[in-house]
């Protein structure tokens, strides 16, 4: 599903909203959600860096996924860096995402082959022979 976020500010300009839209239908996006931030709250966490940025983004009703919330954080960024700026666009593709995530997930089995072929080896643990245990209560 492709989606589309707009990062834009308020009409009172001391808020920032984010706009999520998504294609549900073939080149047609609807308006799925309307998030709303205090600029200020905004700064203070850009302040200390992406990661609070992003802690900040989210929320109870708003959670997006690390890689669209580092996308997010970082058109956040563009728009309190620049204050005459009135809006950001961020465009998600999740096919593309997916495809990316699962070319590095198949990288990483590759590596694990060695490490699976190495659990599959026999231990030698030595085992009592249980014949020799009979014998010796046989003897006493």
Not at 54 to 68: G, K, N, V
Not at 113 to 128: A, K, S, T
Request: hydrophobic fraction near 40%; aromatic fraction near 6%.
């Amino acid at each position: 599903m492709k989606q589309q976020f707009l990062v834009a500010r308020g009409e009172a300009k001391t808020d920032l909203l984010i706009r999520e839209f998504a294609e549900l239908e073939k080149n047609e996006t609807s308006l799925v959600g309307e998030h709303v931030f205090k600029v200020s709250d905004l700064k203070k966490a850009a302040q200390a860096g992406l990661g609070e940025l992003i802690t900040r983004l989210r929320t109870a009703d708003f959670f997006p996924p690390a890689f669209l919330a580092e996308k997010l954080a970082q058109g956040v960024m563009e728009m309190l860096k620049d204050a005459g700026k009135e809006s950001v666009e961020v465009l998600v593709d999740d096919m593309t995402v997916m495809k990316d995530q699962e070319a590095d997930f198949v990288d990483d089995e590759l590596d694990d082959d060695e490490d699976i072929d190495e659990l599959l080896e026999d231990d030698e643990i030595p085992f009592e022979d249980e014949s020799d245990e009979e014998e010796e209560e046989d003897l006493s």
